[in-house]
């Protein structure tokens, strides 16, 4: 990746929805040009996808909770990840070191709703020992953005 692939990936950081004109006017580029470095980029993995943030709240999701999962069973330790990242309600799995094996983000209605997850969904897998939920009070910074090498270099 080149310096005007950096500020590609910037731009379109800050709003995906730039167009390749614009981004080919901050740039200096024909959006001809704009429009393949950013297929090749798609391409090689680099921009994953677009997306658009919503607002949990207006969704009825605005209870965030963070669930530590130990894992019993080492040999499940892999599937249980895959399946938990299936629930609906999940947002993230992260697979951790340490004496539990996963850190699941995740998003519901209310501490009832919480409950049910964690009793049904959670205990339905046998491969589960315990887990330790924190629920967020607020939320001072959440962000996919990265921080871009030279990304300060727009023209």
């Not at 965030?64 to 069973?73: G, I, M, R, S, T």
């Amino acid at each position: 990746m080149d310096d005007k692939d950096l500020q590609i990936l910037s731009i379109l950081q800050g709003d995906a929805r730039t167009s390749n004109a614009e981004i080919g006017r901050r740039l200096g580029m024909a959006a001809s040009a704009v429009l393949e470095r950013i297929r090749k980029l798609e391409h090689r993995g680099v921009i994953r996808g677009y997306h658009a943030r919503l607002d949990p709240e207006a969704l009825g999701a605005g209870l965030l909770a963070f669930v530590y999962v130990q894992v019993d069973d080492r040999k499940s330790e892999q599937s249980t990840g895959e399946l938990l990242a299936q629930l609906p309600q999940v947002q993230e799995v992260h697979h951790i070191a340490g004496e539990d094996c996963y850190f699941v983000k995740l998003r519901c209605a209310s501490t009832g709703e919480l409950g049910r997850l964690l009793q049904q969904e959670f205990g339905a897998f046998t491969s589960i020992g315990r887990t330790r939920t924190t629920i967020a009070l607020g939320t001072l910074k959440e962000t996919q953005t990265l921080p871009v090498p030279g990304a300060g270099k727009e023209a």
